[in-house]
């Protein structure tokens, strides 16, 4: 059965009737002969309970369907700590891997003076206090990172603990600017040196890349900041000629989009959310009347209709349009909760993961335009005037059909009634794993708790 034909089915058929508080509001029914009467009707007052819940994990680097585009990777380094009251203690720490992609011919009896790894700042992609100083240090790693493998943000690449180079400062995220790393002198002449005598360095651009796995940036708990460096980040190799000692030779390794991933953590004792734990959720009422999303660490907001099976008492409705508005709140405590540009819905399962079918992850779809309909492609709602609005007519059909069922046949034109979680656009999930990428979005948003999440509806009863 096609989509358009289940939504009309759904509509002329579901015997249930929107219960509610008070009287919806009646629409042009004095335009109407008394003999031919239709209802029409308006009503935002059904039941609705929001929770926060924590997603199993979230991905932080795969290739997903386009390899050849390095799309499932992160855009930005990630390195640092802070603390925040509702999140937790946040860490982040960037595994990358830098590269080689011209030929490069040293010359005759080349000899390494320095190497500096430059980070470019993202302007203003920050989060965290960064009026305190802080420090990173650089490693080499131990590991090789796999282009054709996921990783998630809960997992660390092995590096050497030998710190190549560190750096105290103070950072300065507001403008473009770069913070420069330079190697200890012993390390970076031994290494500079190892780099310069590779045989195939001249004619092959890959052989750099075979010699050195990539680097670690980490930081110790100095600092209360997180900061994000750009894609444009290079390692610096500064050498000489001996023929030619006065003349400063230089070539660029380059930070590549693939394959690298960012490490994100959160020690949440102590915080608003301490208690939160995987696939379990935590109701507004215990969190100050608030849910919270944070895309990057896996914390998404539960969103329930709890009395969406008391429908059906009066006679037929058919649904002519049904929005879902939730409001984002600004008086968290958090200094970290810009709210993300854009969210999607995807649909729960009783145990607070993401519903799956045999295509993939369901999610609430579009209903016009590209993907109307497709529940393997979200509904993206964009943040406009401190609310997000969905537009969900044809799935409230189906919850209506489905009202007091936990689990329905995939082809039945039906929805199970366990709920929806809402979380940022960037992270499409998976049975409860994000399949998408957190492209270093730490920050998170305040959602208003059950009394501002709105279900506006407008029905006709039939």
């Not at 089915?9 to 239709?38: H, K, M, T, Y």
């Not at 994990?57 to 990777?73: F, H, M, Q």
């Not at 993202?122 to 650089?138: E, R, S």
């Not at 290079?234 to 960012?262: D, I, M, S």
Request: proline share 5%; net charge neutral; with cysteine.
């Amino acid at each position: 059965m096609s989509w358009s034909a289940k939504r009309l089915w759904v509509a002329l058929s579901s015997a249930l009737l929107l219960f509610a508080c008070e009287d919806p509001d009646e629409i042009g029914l004095s335009l109407q002969n008394q003999s031919n009467r239709v209802g029409f009707f308006f009503t935002d007052t059904l039941s609705i309970r929001t929770s926060t819940v924590l997603l199993d994990s979230v991905i932080s680097a795969s290739l997903g369907t386009n390899p050849a585009s390095n799309n499932g990777y992160p855009r930005v380094l990630l390195v640092g700590n802070y603390r925040d009251p509702v999140f937790g203690a946040i860490s982040a720490k960037s595994f990358f891997t830098v590269g080689q992609f011209t030929n490069f011919n040293p010359g005759e009896n080349p000899e390494a003076d320095s190497l500096v790894l430059l980070l470019s700042y993202i302007p203003n992609y920050h989060y965290g206090d960064t009026t305190q100083a802080q420090t990173l240090a650089v490693h080499r790693l131990a590991d090789t990172l796999d282009l054709n493998r996921t990783y998630y943000t809960f997992e660390e690449a092995g590096y050497d603990n030998r710190v190549l180079g560190s750096k105290q400062f103070l950072p300065t995220p507001r403008k473009r600017d770069t913070l420069r790393i330079a190697f200890d002198p012993s390390v970076a002449k031994q290494l500079g040196n190892e780099i310069l005598n590779l045989p195939t360095l001249s004619n092959e651009a890959g052989a750099f890349r075979k010699f050195f796995r990539g680097l670690a940036l980490t930081t110790n708990q100095s600092g209360n900041a997180v900061l994000g460096f750009s894609l444009g980040s290079t390692l610096r190799l500064y050498y000489h000629n001996r023929a030619t000692p006065g003349e400063q030779l230089a070539y660029n390794f380059e930070v590549t989009a693939a394959p690298l991933f960012n490490q994100v953590k959160a020690d949440r004792r102590g915080s608003l959310l301490g208690v939160l734990t995987p696939n379990t959720s935590l109701p507004s009422d215990q969190t100050s009347g608030q849910a919270f999303i944070q895309s990057a660490l896996g914390v998404a907001t539960k969103i329930e209709f709890p009395t969406l099976g008391e429908f059906g008492r009066a006679g037929r409705v058919g649904i002519n349009r049904a929005e879902l508005v939730v409001e984002t709140q600004s008086n968290s405590g958090s200094q970290n909760l810009a709210p993300p540009f854009q969210v999607y819905l995807a649909e729960s399962t009783t145990t607070n993961r993401v519903a799956t079918d045999a295509s993939g992850p369901v999610y609430v779809p579009a209903e016009e335009g590209a993907g109307a309909f497709n529940s393997q492609i979200p509904q993206i709602a964009s943040f406009s005037s401190g609310v997000y609005t969905f537009n969900f007519t044809s799935y409230f059909q189906a919850l209506l059909a489905g009202a007091g069922s936990t689990e329905l046949n995939p082809g039945s034109g039906k929805k199970p009634n366990n709920g929806l979680l809402l979380t940022s656009a960037t992270n499409p999930v998976s049975g409860g794993v994000m399949i998408s990428y957190d492209n270093g979005l730490i920050t998170g948003a305040a959602l208003a708790g059950n009394g501002n999440v709105k279900l506006k509806l407008y029905y006709t009863a039939l």
